[in-house]
């Protein structure tokens, strides 16, 4: 059985107060989930404080984008290897708002993806269709390219190692969830096009995670489905109460 995989993107959001109150918050309430993996993915700047923080727990902390060129006159980026020198091991690739604002590709995608992986850190990858694209019809098919033109470049044995992140972009901040079943159909068809592409224990041992207005409310049902494999959280992972639950939940299945 997959392990459920609880990320939580903070955006950017927090200082250096509500962090540490956030932090010490999750860690107490989550000492004896002992079933799941949990990652926290702050801010850039305050990266290396949470996992100060984190030291003790066994929570893992990544960064929310990184380029994919490992030093040079880049301003304002940060690369791999210092996400890697500082002691993150996640780095969130193609977010859907990474997509939207900053114009990230399927192409840029498969760089950092391959730099993150290169440097022996684990990549979570975002795919997902605007509400425009589902409803014309086109989720397969902007799926299909974002998973064939980001990520099948990549060698059997290293695909095994990215964690995928479905976010529908409609349900994202927007409190409009999937429903449990449209999101299934979603992860058991993106799970159907990794065996095609890599066989039956690639595409059975991949962590899917799903990602869009996920909470303490709506967790145990969409985690309960058989190819979710864990949430990517944002708006309610700021709060200790909310995220905890989440987290519970995810144990407890
Ligand atoms: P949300 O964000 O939970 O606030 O919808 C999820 C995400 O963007 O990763």
């Not at 690739?93 to 290169?118: A, D, F, I, M, P």
């Not at 969830?177 to 690639?202: C, M, W």
């Not at 990602?211 to 864990?230: M, P």
Request: hydrophobic share 40%.
């Amino acid at each position: 059985m997959r392990k459920q995989v609880i990320a939580g993107n903070w955006k950017m959001n927090g200082d250096s107060g509500f962090i540490t109150e956030l932090v010490n918050g999750i860690i107490k309430e989550s000492t004896d989930l002992n079933n799941i993996d949990i990652i926290f993915i702050p801010p850039a700047i305050y990266a290396s404080k949470v996992i100060e923080l984190t030291v003790t727990s066994n929570i893992a902390v990544g960064l929310q984008n990184v380029y994919f060129e490992s030093k040079g006159a880049y301003t304002g980026e940060t690369s791999t290897e210092m996400a890697k020198d500082i002691g993150a091991s996640h780095i969130l690739v193609g977010h859907s708002e990474r997509r939207q604002y900053y114009g990230e590709t399927n192409e840029w995608v498969s760089k950092k993806t391959s730099c993150v992986l290169n440097n022996s850190l684990t990549p979570i990858v975002c795919l997902g269709e605007s509400l425009e694209q589902r409803e014309s019809g086109k989720l397969e098919e902007v799926l299909g390219a974002q998973l064939s033109e980001g990520l099948f470049h990549l060698s059997a044995d290293d695909f095994s190692k990215v964690i995928i992140a479905y976010e529908p972009v409609w349900a994202i901040g927007t409190g409009k969830t999937a429903s449990p079943e449209q999101a299934q159909e979603v992860h058991a068809f993106i799970r159907n096009l990794i065996k095609e592409k890599y066989g039956d224990t690639v595409s059975e041992k991949i962590i899917i995670q799903y990602g869009g207005s996920v909470n303490d409310k709506n967790a145990k049902e969409l985690l309960g489905q058989a190819d979710i494999d864990g949430a990517l959280v944002g708006g309610a992972s700021l709060k200790v109460d909310g995220f905890s639950a989440i987290l519970k939940e995810a144990n407890n299945l």
